[in-house]
């Protein structure tokens, strides 16, 4: 017989060390890491004396410090800022993995602080306006803006990028 044996359903010291395990290997918001622990307990089924309670699990672990939106939020939008993204695209992905406003101050900060030099490594890493070998076509232009618009910049900023000449870099505003 090859076929694989069920695996037992979960209890309060299985659920306990999956989550330690997942917050051990992986970065993580609170309501990620209860996705996890839901979609477990609903692939494994719940053996535990009392009801299955990952959301109380999840609270105890952020009390303890091993999951920490607010860390999460900064280290998340640096990443994205990092990678040239602006602040409407971080500001989607810190939604969809469940960061709170209130969680969020220090990130928006950060990524308000870095949105040009974002807007530069974004125009780099796709070779845009003057990282571009030549001018482009309007329908080029076009794809260019959409791209940044995409990329959660703003439509002014995008325009800057993409309307400088190749070897150029657009005059930072300061005001």
Do not use: C
């Amino acid at each position: 017989m090859t076929g694989k044996r069920p695996r037992p359903p979960l209890d309060d010291d299985a659920l306990r060390d999956m989550a330690l395990r997942y917050v051990g290997r992986f970065a993580t918001s609170r309501a990620k890491l209860l996705d996890y622990l839901r979609r477990k307990v609903g692939e494994r089924g719940w053996g535990g004396e009392d009801p299955a309670n990952p959301q109380a699990l999840v609270e105890r672990l952020a009390e303890l410090g091993y999951v920490d939106d607010g860390s999460y939020a900064v280290m998340k939008s640096a990443a994205l800022v990092r990678r040239g993204y602006g602040a409407r695209r971080v500001d989607e992905s810190l939604r969809a993995a469940g960061i709170a406003e209130a969680d969020r101050t220090e990130a928006d900060a950060q990524t308000a602080a870095q949105g040009w030099a974002s807007a530069e490594r974004f125009a780099r890493r796709k070779r845009i306006g003057p990282f571009a070998a030549e001018r482009p076509d309007p329908k080029l232009r076009e794809k260019w803006i959409a791209a940044f618009l995409r990329a959660g910049h703003g439509h002014a900023l995008a325009r800057r990028w993409v309307d400088a000449p190749p070897g150029e870099p657009p005059e930072r505003d300061e005001g």
